[in-house]
């Protein structure tokens, strides 16, 4: 049905041409959608190398930062993610799955009155430690909780 | 990492009451819930789920179905080009889509049949708008990476009677009988294992896994087996019907699978949803 | 094709809540068809929330998002009326751009 626009738009925003834009000065960065895609924070293997991707580090352990998961998830492909940030100018809120395969999941930044909050739903492969990390001020704050993942009966 | 019920429960047993007393409040409201609420009514795993659905249903993928449904229900298609809301009566009046869906299955004397949503609704795109009976049979059900168009009208007119109260007609002598053959299959033993539906589902309290079996032959059993269908099955992504349900329970017992949109699906429907009768159906739902 | 988004954004006292829901695959590149062929990944890797003609959320996201996403936002300053505009972008360039108002 959108078929035809789709494939404009495709056709139109194709990654490359749009690098080759940005290389050309065509088109200035702050025109794009969004942000270039942070490949090295989303592709790392482990929580370390994700943390450094987003330019974490090893962040501060906060009781402001609150992390709200099921401490057992039905189901390890549609698991429920609350963060919520009371920590003062929180700018960005990032969520990582400890044993994912890639350990990033999503990775929010705010401005223009938006609370420092996001809910998001995750996939988890097994039971692991679900990470909520904050910026503030420069600094990174980071909460964690653990999420059981259980086997499925016949599917209700 | 909160097995709050277990725990409080050991904790009771740990603390008698004689020195609960004497150790202040703190132990005495640790040690009074159990007392209140029975402790096997529902553990604590239970509890997370039910905390977990709410929060999924709050916003459920399924809503993505419906809007598409909805589409599929008003334009013109098929061979004869006509829209099913001009031309397919789904119990209450052609084009009615409020509250048909908690009022089926019912007898349609056009089809001579008793139908449920699904039969009904694949019975109006052959017969109204000239769909090919072959095309919709070859692929009824969804995958990774196909909907059929039943499954998001079904969803779509399944959601037009959120909030609204189930009620079969079975005071009807044609959807009389075919819940009384539905309650024969339910009871029909065969297959490898000897099983029938009633073997998991026709007494309380059995769970396969984590997950509850519903006994299907009471109100409550049935009520929790027939909501939240539609269901958008969190494995996979998808979205499924209950004739998918019905078929897979088949398979599950190890029967032939039935043919899409059979009598024997339809009475099986006819009799669960009966006996959820009066229940106030949600729309469609999240599962497993 | 479960191809459209859904906006809904209801304004509660001074807060607006902004929740979305996404059509689409989130293939993480690691599942394999019936075939035993490997899934090419497919997935939104950036998503922007725009009220009132302001981006208030920019989101860059992973494969282990969940398939057809859902996310929440909160935000101050909005007013019944002001427009919000939801964009993806996806891995292979595909993008989706849909709004609504705030009730």
């Not at chain 2, 008003?74 to 889509?97: I, M, Q, T, W, Y």
């Not at chain 2, 017992?253 to 009066?278: E, H, I, W």
Request: with cysteine.
């Amino acid at each position: 049905m959108n078929t035809t626009r789709r494939t404009v738009l495709k056709s139109a925003t194709a990654s490359g041409v749009l690098a080759g834009l940005i290389a050309a000065g065509a088109l200035r960065p702050t025109q794009v959608l969004a942000a270039e895609w942070n490949k090295a924070a989303f592709e790392a293997h482990d929580t370390v190398g994700a943390l450094k991707g987003i330019g974490a580090g090893a962040p501060a352990d906060s009781k402001d930062l609150i992390l709200k998961v099921p401490d057992i998830a039905e189901n390890g492909a549609v698991v429920p993610v609350d963060v919520i940030s009371n920590i003062p100018n929180t700018t960005s809120i990032s969520i990582l799955v400890e044993k994912n395969p890639s350990p990033l999941s999503a990775s929010f930044d705010f401005a223009n009155g938006a609370l420092p909050e996001v809910s998001a739903r995750l996939k988890m492969g097994q039971t692991s430690l679900v990470k909520a990390v904050a910026k503030a001020d420069g600094k990174f704050y980071t909460a964690q909780k653990e999420v059981k993942v259980t086997v499925g009966g016949c599917g209700g | 990492m909160k097995y709050s019920i277990a725990v409080v429960a050991m904790l009771a047993l740990a603390v008698h009451p004689a020195s609960a007393q004497n150790k202040g409040t703190a132990a005495k409201k640790v040690a009074k819930p159990p007392a209140a609420a029975p402790v096997e009514e529902k553990d604590a795993a239970t509890l997370e789920f039910e905390k977990f659905r709410a929060m999924m249903e709050e916003t459920n993928p399924a809503e993505l179905f419906e809007a598409q449904g909805e589409e599929f229900w008003k334009n013109k298609r098929g061979h004869n080009n006509v829209s099913l809301a001009e031309s397919c009566d789904l119990g209450l009046g052609v084009g009615v889509v409020k509250g048909a869906y908690v009022q089926m299955p019912r007898y349609f004397a056009d089809a001579g049949k008793v139908m449920d949503v699904e039969r009904r609704i694949v019975w109006c795109m052959i017969n109204k708008q000239g769909f090919n009976e072959a095309d919709l049979m070859k692929r009824p059900f969804a995958s990774d990476s196909h909907t059929p168009e039943a499954t998001s009208l079904v969803t779509y007119v399944a959601g037009q009677s959120r909030d609204m109260k189930f009620a079969v007609p079975l005071k009807d002598p044609h959807v009389k009988d075919v819940y009384e053959i539905g309650k024969e299959v339910v009871n029909y033993r065969a297959g490898p294992y000897d099983f029938s539906c009633n073997t998991c589902h026709g007494t309380d309290g059995k769970r396969i896994r984590m997950q509850n079996l519903p006994n299907i032959s009471t109100h409550r059993g049935a009520t929790s087996a027939v909501m939240g269908w539609p269901g958008y099955r969190m494995t996979g992504g998808v979205m499924l019907t209950q004739q998918w349900r019905m078929g897979d329970c088949f398979r599950q017992q190890r029967f032939p699978q039935p043919k899409y949109l059979s009598d024997t699906v339809t009475s099986l429907l006819t009799y669960m949803t009966a006996n959820a009768n009066g229940a106030t159906y949600k729309g469609p739902g999240i599962k497993r | 094709m479960a191809d459209p988004m859904k906006i809904r954004a209801q304004l509660k006292g001074d807060v607006t809540e902004i929740r979305v829901l996404m059509g689409h695959a989130m293939e993480t590149g690691q599942r394999k068809d019936a075939a035993g062929k490997t899934i090419p990944p497919l997935f939104i890797q950036s998503m922007t929330v725009e009220v009132g003609g302001k981006k208030v959320v920019d989101g860059q996201i992973g494969t282990s998002v969940s398939r057809n996403p859902v996310f929440g936002f909160k935000m101050k300053g909005a007013k019944v009326g002001d427009k919000v505009v939801v964009s993806w972008v996806d891995n292979k360039g595909d993008k989706r751009t849909d709004e609504a108002a705030v009730a």
